[in-house]
């Protein structure tokens, strides 16, 4: 099993809808990063989350990190295909740094 | 230029061929990653440097040999490969310290194929 677990692993929407994906454990996390990954790049940091309860906008992206600091979720409202990629969640334990197997999402016009 | 540079970025061999993989960070960080990223798997953490010392090594067939000369170059070598191990092969940096939270910047990878 794997220390991040990502969900759903694939979403295919269409333009203007919203979605959310998760990034959960059984673990408790100081912080908890996300990542986006478009194809043919590596993937790029999105935001921190630090606070347990925390919520974190980014235009159209809102991060929220669990009150009990195991789990986050990302919400896209009005998703756009500039939004497709994979999605990645990632953090550090124990002083190794983990990333969840990813979320791919595919926003067709 | 700044940033995480991966070189090269495409890279087809035969299992025969011996080849370098380079990456050089313009951050000033102090740790140094690579990542393999195949298809069907989530990223898998390879070799880690810190302060140019390798930190951790997960379990990577030899035929893998990383080598970190200073804090801003990282070399993976690469020999006798087999078809299993064509994959992205992705660079990171960081900067290690204090609460260890922070972020790991990425190149684009190297995108390997093995004959």
């Known amino acids: 099993t794997q220390l991040l677990e990502q969900s759903p692993q694939f979403l295919s929407i269409q333009e203007g809808e919203n979605l959310t994906v998760y990034c959960n454990s059984s673990?408790?996390?100081?912080?908890l990063q996300w990542y986006r990954q478009e194809p043919g790049e590596g993937p790029v940091l999105l935001v921190t989350?630090?606070?347990?309860?925390e919520v974190k906008k980014l235009k159209r992206l809102t991060f929220q990190f669990g009150d009990a600091r195991k789990d986050s979720s990302l919400h896209i409202t009005a998703a756009q295909p500039g939004d497709t990629g994979l999605y990645l969640c990632?953090?550090?334990?124990?002083?190794?740094?983990?990333f969840g197997s990813g979320t791919k999402l595919n926003v067709k016009p | 230029e700044t940033g995480v540079t991966q070189t090269p970025r495409h890279l087809v061999m035969g299992m025969t061929n011996k080849k370098s993989l380079k990456c050089e960070q313009h951050?000033?960080?102090?740790?140094m990653y690579w990542y393999k990223q195949s298809a069907k798997k989530p990223l898998e953490l390879m070799f880690v440097?810190?302060?140019?010392?390798?930190?951790e090594n997960n379990s990577v067939p030899s035929r893998f040999s990383p080598e970190c000369p200073n804090s801003s170059h990282l070399f993976l070598h690469l020999h006798t490969l087999q078809p299993e191990d064509s994959a992205l092969y992705l660079c990171?940096?960081?900067?290690?310290?204090?609460?260890?939270?922070?972020?790991?910047?990425f190149g684009d990878g190297t995108r390997l194929s093995i004959l």
């Open positions: 990171a940096s960081s900067h290690v310290g204090g609460n260890g939270n922070q972020p790991q910047h």
């Open positions: 989350v630090v606070t347990g309860g």
């Open positions: 990632a953090a550090f334990y124990f002083n190794k740094f983990y």
């Open positions: 440097y810190s302060l140019e010392e390798r930190v």
């Open positions: 951050l000033g960080h102090n740790a």
């Open positions: 673990s408790v996390f100081s912080s």
